[in-house]
């Protein structure tokens, strides 16, 4: 078959932004191998009695109508476990997705500027560039932990994005911290992105009530092992809520994922489940973390404690960055070589996987 015409760069350029041209796309390596430690999924699946139940259910349900355009009672019953009001959380297929709503929503018109913190979740930025809006960055200091004093001056109307635990570092921005700026910067909106808050210490919950400056993003991908259903939530004032849901496209979740979220939500069983599987991931990311912490003085790496489900591998070269990759290819291990990002040169990102996948990344480490 002859390949579709193109059109010219500069017939593009009438419509598009530069800086998409210039942006990177996603792009991820996925070599085959047995243990899969690259993407922080949980390692655990759901049991085969609820996947029974919900394709049960999911096949009494009419695919040849729209789903509701919203979820709403969904989104009830998430917003009645966590604590808030019904108005105040809005549902979309994935956080990714929501904070490319947040970023295009609140940008069009604002009055100070985007800032992000750097380095975190590189969608942050992608989105930034996709879209051509202009940004700043809040580095991390040089242990990569959060320094308010690195802060980029905030005029009335900028909005701040950040991740905590972030992504992927593992670091927290505290919720003491957080008050502090939400108090001192009326004017300013803080987006936190804590798709990993169940494996944190703390939340930022109740921060929502006290503060009107604050959105937060949250997934089912990470604790709830449901990153194939494709579903995360924002959660803020109800006026702002209001405001994200009328550019947010109707219809985006499918039968499938609310069927599948549905049943966490009224599964008793389910709650158990989840509960082992922050248990278990808090467990083996201690294990891991003292394993991997004791053989770095020989290989010449520092491991950073984490909140979440992964930990960051920090060698002083990237050789020994690059040998170390390769080495856990060999033994049928994919990690996530984040070295090229911004401030993360001879930087490995691991997350924790089951109790013998984890033996299996120790074993590889102790021969390297």
């Known amino acids: 078959m002859s390949d579709v015409r193109q059109p010219s760069q500069a017939f593009l350029e009438q419509f598009m932004t530069p800086s998409l041209f210039k942006a990177r796309g996603y792009h991820l390596e996925a070599p085959d191998v047995e243990v899969k430690l690259d993407q922080n999924e949980s390692p655990w699946d759901w049991p085969d009695q609820v996947k029974d139940i919900v394709l049960s259910k999911l096949r009494n349900r009419p695919w040849n109508r729209y789903p509701t ?18 108005k105040n959380i809005l549902l979309g297929p994935g956080s990714n997705y929501l904070i490319g709503l947040i ?10 500027k985007v800032v992000l913190a750097r380095p975190s979740f590189p969608l942050y930025e992608s989105h930034c560039q996709y879209e051509g809006i202009p940004y700043e960055v809040w580095s991390l200091n040089a242990d990569l932990e959060y320094d308010v004093s690195l802060l980029p001056e905030l005029p009335a109307g900028s909005m701040v994005i950040f991740a905590s635990p972030n992504n992927p570092v593992g670091n927290v921005f505290t919720r003491e911290q957080l008050s502090k700026l939400l108090e001192n910067f009326p004017d300013v909106l803080f987006v936190g992105d804590e798709a990993y808050c169940e494996f944190a ?18 997934t089912f991908s990470k604790t709830l092992g449901a990153a194939g259903v494709r579903l995360g939530y924002i959660l803020g004032a109800a006026n702002v809520i209001e405001l994200l849901r009328k550019p947010r496209v109707p219809f985006l979740l ?8 549905m049943e966490v939500m009224e599964n008793q069983s389910m709650a158990k489940v ?6 278990n991931a808090l467990r083996e990311r201690t294990r891991v973390y003292e394993a991997l ?26 050789d020994g960055c690059d040998k170390a990759y390769q080495h856990l290819l060999k033994h049928g291990i994919l990690v996530r070589n984040v070295s090229g990002a911004p401030s993360l ?16 990344l120790i074993k590889a480490f102790a021969t390297l």
């Open 201 to 218: 210490d703390e939340s930022y919950t109740d921060l929502l009530h006290k503060f009107h400056n604050l959105i937060l993003v949250r």
């Open 254 to 261: 499918n039968q499938f994922a609310l069927v599948a979220a």
């Open 69 to 86: 355009p919203f979820a709403d009672d969904l989104a009830a019953k998430i917003a009645a476990k966590i604590g808030v009001g019904s």
């Open 103 to 112: 970023l295009q929503t609140f940008s069009r018109a604002i009055r100070g």
């Open 293 to 318: 912490k004791r053989e770095s003085t020989r290989l010449q790496f520092s491991v950073k404690p984490s909140q979440a489900n992964f930990l960051l591998l920090r060698w002083p070269l990237q």
């Open 345 to 360: 040169g001879g930087c490995l990102r691991i997350s924790i996987g089951t109790g013998p996948e984890n033996e299996r």
């Open 274 to 279: 989840f509960d082992d599987i922050v248990a």
